[in-house]
Structures are given as structure tokens and as C-alpha cells.
């Protein structure tokens, strides 16, 4: 087991040391010492800054039985994720290390035909709009970084008294015409304006759409004029939204029913009798989503795997993110939580770095093992990266110093010496329990470079001559610290 002990926190300082005799033969007084002693011996009124004095603040640390070495744990894990787009336009970049992804497409529902009606007895309903078509492309090759176009078409607005629109396209591709996934809108339904039947719009083609699957969207239901006359429905989206529900009832007045995302069509309007002019039912909006996972290799490491249970001494805690290229995972969120045992981890929340790290600490007045789990994600519903264990040990038997002066064992004693000489001390140390190797080592402070340490020995000196007339210290006091 091997003990270092460290001289922490050594103070050399200057003081006023000068014997004076007084001559009983009238002699004036002379200066007759300039030499080392220790800072209690009194010092004369008369007395001229000549010499130095020590103050010894002794503090040792014992690393016998600390294990260096980080404890560490790796694994390789899938994300997986999605872009999903509303209407609009937009700009998809293919993530870092996707390769492929998965696309499904729905353009805008068309919307229900409005109805009027100011003077006959029967009732009027509006046809129903038609839904949008279904794309979806399974396992397209991308390469990361890859920016692509996304537009997503809107749902059809019903008009006051008038045909429903169409609702928009959407797409995922280059261009409108070089898309690698392409849903069509669905047709708007007919106004119901007059006596007789209106036909409800028609579900986006198939033919006009592109994927690896398209299907066609669902027509909107007829409308009619009748005395119980019933709305057209809108048409239901293959794999998305329920078309609106058609209107029926005897003296019912009211605008169509809206059809829901992604895709389906809206309801037409009904009127009954001198009931005025309605509006057929919006059409669902359109939708892009895409679908992609990437690989993620995970790395939690410990370091120091022990340390000492006393609240200060740290253990650092670090996960790092890379692709199957090493390339690191920037911005990406982890979590770390203590599974078991006692210790204060440090606060959260926590992001990888430029180069793909997120680090946190750990430290405890507990003896004990510890197990710290990581995650990627914002809390440890994500996904598990790994776990470790640290162990943190009592604080070790403290070793009986002997130093330039005081007794043995003391923490802080003070003495003094002559300039110009570069020896200070050669300190000695008992170990606990007896037998320990006792390394010396300076471990800092302003001036410890002013200094060296025999690491056996046990020798302290000046690595300069010290001249109180020129002193070398930070701040030019002769107060020197180490």
C-alpha cells in the first residue's frame, strides 16, 4: 500500500529576526545573528528585517487502495424518430447516420358543397368532398445531410352557398415532379343550389400519386333535394382521417361537418325550407410524415471507479455519443440517475457537446457501492444506454508528520531560517498502520514552483537562493506559499 503525502499549504514568511546584545562595556549594539530559528523566539524593538521565517501548514492525502483506472460500459442501440410536416413548406435534412427512411404521404380532404335555399319547401344538402390518396415509400436510400422539399397541402374550405374547394397535394422530394413520395388532394363536393342531385367530390387519384403504395382516395356521398334530403358525406382517407358526417333530419338547417386529418373530405350543407345559404364542411388537412432510426454507440465511463467518502472527492461522470463512423452525436439528451446507493449527482439537464459528451459528477460522505445509470433521453423512460458502479471508501489512518519544528503529528508549525541558503527541512512521516512506503509531494499553491520536495527523502529546499533583499515570490513580500 503506498501512502503520498503531500505538503499542501506551506507558508514561508518573513519576519524581523535579529539578536541584539547590549555590551556592558558601553559597546553600541551590534547585529551578531542572522541565522535560522524558530518564529517564538522574541525579537528585540530594535531588531532589522534580515532574515526569514517558515509557517508549516501541514495537510496530507493518502491515495493508498484509490484505483485510477475508470470503470467504463459500452453499448450500440437503435433510435428511432420521425419528422412529421402540416401544411405548408418545409425543408427536410436527413439526419446524422440515417441511411434510409420511411415516407408516408396525404394531401388535403376536399370539402363539402354548400346548400341555399329561400323559397321551396324542400330541403337542400350539398355533396360531400372527396378524400385525399394514400402514398407511402417504404426503405428510401438517403445519405445524411441530404436536404429535401416537403410541402403539405391543406384541407378544401367549404364556400357559403357555393362547390366545395380541393384540398392541396403534398409531397417529399427534390421537386413536385421528381417527389419521392407524392399524395393528391381530394375533389370538393357540389353546391346543392337547385332541385335535383349533386355528385360528391372525388378521392385523389392513385395514378397521379407516387410511392411504393398509393391507394386512391374515397368520393364525398351525393347530395339531394328532397323533403327529407340528406348531405353528402365526406369521403374517408385511406389509412388517415374520417370523412364529416352527412347531415339529416326534418327541418334541419346547418353547415356541413368538417372531415378530419389527415385527409378526409367534409360534409355537405343542408337547408330546409326558406332556411338560407350554408357552408359544406372544411376538408381535413394534408400530412407528411417521415420515418427514420439510426444507430448510436454509447459509451458511460466513471472516473475514478473509487474515491473517498467525504463529500468533496469527485468522481467524474461522462456519456459519449458516436455513429458506426466515430463521428460524435451533438445536442442529443441524456439523463444519468443513481439506481443504488448514496451519493449527490450533479443537477441536470444535460446535452452532448460538440464532441458528442455530456459529463456529470458525483461524490458522498456514504461508504459504499453506487450504481449510476445512463439514458438517451430527457428522463429514464429513454432509451437505456448503460449502467456502472463506483465505490467510495473511508477516509484513510492519517500518518504522524514530523516537520522543522512543534511536535510530532502537528498540522501547522512555523520556524525560521537564514538567506542565502537553500535547505529548509527534511520532513519524516510515521505511517498508519506502520511499515506503509511514504511518498512526499508538493501539491501546490503560488509559489510551488519555487520549490522541490525529495518524493523519498522528504527534502525541502529552494530550487533559488532566497535573498531577502530580492525576494522571488508572487507578490514580492517574501511570504512564500507551496
Known sequence: MLHIISVNYLVIQLEVETLTLSSKHNRNPEQLFRGWKLASIARSQTSATMGWSISFFLMFMLFAGILSTPVQ????????????????????????????IDVEAWGGGGAGGGSNNTTGWRARAGAGGGSSSYALSNDIAVLPFTLYSVEVGSGGNGVEAGDGESGGDSYLGTSYAN????AIGGQGG????????????????????????????????NGETAVGAVSGFGGDAPNGGLGGIELVGWGLTSDGN?????????????????????????????????????????????????????????????????DASANPYESKPVFFEITSGSANLSSGPWTTNASGVATATL?????????????????????????????????????VITGPAGTPG??????????????IHTYSAISNPPGQDITWAISGGADAALFQLGSISGD?????????ENPIDANADNVYEV
Open 73 to 100: 460500459a459500452q453499448t450500440t442501440f437503435q433510435v428511432n424518430d420521425s419528422a412529421i410536416y402540416t401544411p405548408g413548406t418545409y425543408t427536410f435534412e436527413v439526419p446524422q447516420g440515417v441511411t434510409s
Open 179 to 182: 417527389a419521392l413520395v407524392r
Open 190 to 221: 357540389e353546391a346543392s343550389l337547385a332541385n335535383g342531385t349533386v355528385i360528391g367530390g372525388s378521392g385523389g387519384f392513385a395514378a397521379l400519386s407516387v410511392g411504393n403504395t398509393t391507394i386512391n382516395g374515397n368520393s364525398g356521398g
Open 258 to 322: 368538417n372531415g378530419g386529418s389527415p385527409g378526409a373530405g367534409g360534409s355537405g350543407s343542408r337547408t330546409s325550407g326558406n332556411g338560407g345559404n350554408r357552408t359544406g364542411g372544411n376538408g381535413g388537412d394534408g400530412l407528411v410524415k417521415v420515418l427514420y432510426s439510426y444507430e448510436v454507440i454509447g459509451d458511460l465511463s466513471a472516473n475514478p471507479n473509487q474515491s473517498y467518502a467525504n463529500g468533496s472527492s469527485i468522481i467524474a461522470l461522462e456519456i459519449s455519443l458516436e
Open 363 to 399: 461524490v458522498s460522505n456514504a461508504v459504499g457501492f453506487v450504481t449510476i445509470a445512463a439514458y438517451f433521453g430527457n428522463d429514464n423512460s429513454g432509451i437505456p444506454i448503460e449502467s456502472v458502479q463506483v465505490e467510495f471508501i473511508p477516509l484513510p489512518p492519517q500518518p
Open 410 to 423: 502537528d498540522g501547522s508549525v512555523s520556524a525560521s531560517g537564514d538567506e542565502n541558503i537553500t535547505f
Open 460 to 468: 525541502l529546499s529552494f530550487l533559488q537562493t532566497p535573498d531577502f
